[in-house]
């Protein structure tokens, strides 16, 4: 474990002798015993003029110091439905570095929580996300009301945040008992963040307090606050300037090339924010997944949370948010991850102990315990994931095309050009086939041949270092394996649970393939996997299978070095973006890689952090 991974703890509620919720760790009351609703109406709406400066905006983004029980953010949505000139879009970001565990957040509200809030709060709770580091993304009102909560300390989390904000509420415990929060080091970085008319509002009225907010680069002023007390408010001061947060974006449409996962999964995220999406492709990406009858999507655990293992995780929480509800495309299931040996299985089982991700999302397992999971004797323990997911490709990319909003075009793209402020998208011909203002390269190791022709591929290196990586999966009757595992069992190599009498095993990765097709060597290799993961018996049944005879399917993988993809804007030509080196985690990426780019144009606060954003844009 490296130095700089800090467990995310969840906080340590109790009440104080007046009743209050209560931190022994800061030694501080969450919030006012009297009236809490009042108290978040006079200082954080009250203190920022709202609701009259959302009034007819298309957005309006309000940051979060210390979520807390969420108070300030459920009378922020109430006030918002119950204003009729509201802005179209709500999005809130909301730091917090102990998060409440879900049973211990309804208990506190059943106590404390105000009877006007309550119907938001269901809502809220229905949502609650595992106490895990990094960006969750709610959302609610069909997505016109966002809540990006940042689960970790201030001060790492702080600078890794991207919006442009409206309005800051500075909360959390009083700045003697938690001063990391109140330091230059916070306010300033979030201060950063501010569009040029942005507000604040504080129940904390101390001078230094004042003082910090001012270097931060507001103007700050002392008021009457609710009750007795004081509380300070402040403008964005004219000689700040603007802030480094991502620009408003206004797009009403986009066009996506590419109707793999990639693409479907940009077009689902476009079309789901409103904008009138054109998703263009050869027929033959419409059959891509033909014939792939299930894959697993599973995130992956390190010792040290580096950045892949927390890329994972993001794509993986994004994905079971964003595709809940289509029911003959995904199944939740769990996911066993055994690893090579028990030396290793230990190792692991160790580091997940280091990490302290609750046992809701991770736990690990001993070799019985995996295979009462399971249904079938495995060959060893290792981790479960109750969140792993069974897909159906095709299926998936169906549905996610199917949505309103979102219309397919058939052709095949060679080249693309700028005219004014559109991009031309032209066929082998040069025949131009459409314009758009917001054009997203979604369609896998070609995109990188489009840009080569079009003469924008230089500036991008590693893009250029894209390949082609060949690979099969085989489908082994369910009926050789008493039913198949009940759930995914992954490590070296995968076995899945039975879809329509099969369960698929995989997978092979064939470097060099001129082309890419179900083999006997191909099966062997994944069958000879999959019986690696299972106990002796269940092991040989799978070996005895006729290698060759088996349905199967085989695809192409675009892969990039490092294995990471490119996802984000062109900077040397605006109004482009890529989406694509999904390599074999194509269903990690597909929703989160969509969010991140339908972000970035319609002006909403980035669901990744900056860090990991660096790690995957196009160079």
């Known amino acids: ?120 709060a269901e809502a809220l709770i229905a949502q609650w996300p595992p106490r895990l580091p990094g960006l969750h993304r709610l959302e609610f009102e069909q ?23 409206d309005a800051y ?29 942005a507000t604040l509002a504080t129940w904390a009225s101390a001078g230094y307090v004042r003082r910090t907010l001012v270097e931060a680069g507001f103007d700050v002023r002392r008021e009457q606050g609710y009750g007795k ?80 293992a927390r890329l994972s995780r993001a794509g993986s929480l994004r994905a079971l948010r964003r595709w809940t ?45 995996a295979g009462r999971l399971a249904g079938l004797p495995v060959a060893r323990g290792g981790v479960y994931f109750r969140d792993g997911l069974l897909v159906r490709p095709d299926r998936l990319v169906s549905a996610l095309l199917s949505m309103p909003g979102i219309r397919r075009r058939t052709g095949t793209v060679a080249s693309i050009r700028q005219a004014g402020s559109l991009w031309q998208i032209c066929d082998p011909q040069g025949v131009v ?30 893009l250029a270092q894209m390949h082609a990586l060949a690979g099969e999966v085989t489908q082994a009757p369910s009926s050789a394996l008493w039913g198949g595992p009940r759930c995914i069992v992954g490590g070296e190599g995968y076995l899945l649970p039975e879809i329509e009498g099969w369960c698929v095993a995989g997978s092979t990765y064939v470097h060099g393939a001129q082309e890419s097709r179900v083999g006997a060597a191909g099966q062997r290799v994944n069958l000879d996997k999959a019986a690696g993961l299972l106990g002796e018996e269940a092991g040989r049944a799978l070996r005895g299978l006729p290698a060759g005879d088996l349905p199967g399917w085989a695809g192409w993988r675009a892969v990039l070095p490092g294995r990471l993809p490119a996802i984000g804007p062109l900077a040397h030509a605006p109004g482009v973006w890529l989406a694509t080196g999904y390599a074999s985690r194509g269903l990690s990426w597909s929703a989160l890689g969509g969010d991140l780019i339908a972000a970035w144009l319609c002006g909403e606060p980035l669901p990744l952090e900056t860090d990991l954003i660096d790690q995957i844009l196009p160079r």
Do not use: K
């Open 229 to 308: 007390l004081h509380m300070s408010v402040g403008t964005r001061s004219a000689r700040a300037g603007a802030g480094s947060g991502p620009p408003g974006g206004d797009a009403a449409s986009a066009l996506v090339v590419g109707a793999g996962l990639a693409g479907a999964g940009v077009a689902q995220a476009l079309a789901l924010r409103g904008l009138a999406v054109t998703v263009l492709a050869p027929e033959s990406d419409a059959g891509a997944h033909r014939g792939h009858l299930a894959a697993a999507m599973t995130p992956v655990i390190a010792r040290d949370d580096n950045s892949r």
């Open 433 to 462: 086939l459409a314009e758009t203002g917001n054009l997203v390269l979604a369609c896998a190791a070609q995109a990188p041949v489009v840009l080569r022709a079009s003469g924008l591929l230089d500036p991008l290196p590693r």
């Open 325 to 369: 509800g289509l029911d003959a495309a995904v199944l939740r299931c769990g996911t066993l991850q055994l690893e090579r040996d028990a030396g290793r299985a230990t190792a692991l089982a160790q580091a997940l102990s280091e990490l302290a991700f609750p046992a809701e999302w991770a736990r690990a397992v001993d070799a019985d315990e």
């Open 169 to 197: 509420f500075f909360d959390g415990f009083a700045p003697r008992r938690n001063p990391a929060m109140w330091s230059q080091d916070v306010l300033g970085v979030l201060a950063r963040l501010a569009a040029p008319d």
């Open 1 to 120: 474990m490296t130095s700089s991974y800090i467990p995310l703890q969840p906080a340590d509620l109790s009440l104080d002798e007046a009743g209050r919720p209560y931190s022994a760790a800061y030694g501080d009351v969450y919030h006012s015993r009297t009236d809490a609703l009042a108290q978040a109406e006079q200082v954080f709406l009250r203190g920022n003029d709202l609701p009259r400066r959302w009034q007819g905006r298309d957005r309006f983004t309000v940051c979060e110091t210390g979520f807390g029980l969420g108070l300030n953010f459920l009378a922020l949505w109430r006030a918002w439905r119950a204003d009729p000139r509201r802005a179209t879009r709500l999005h809130v970001v909301s730091i917090e570095g102990h998060p409440l565990e879900r049973e211990v957040l309804r208990m506190a509200w059943d106590r404390h929580l105000p009877q006007a809030l309550r119907p938001w």
């Open 143 to 165: 997505g016109a009301v966002t809540l990006t909560l940042a689960f970790g300390e201030a001060a790492t989390i702080a600078p890794r945040l991207s919006a442009r904000v």
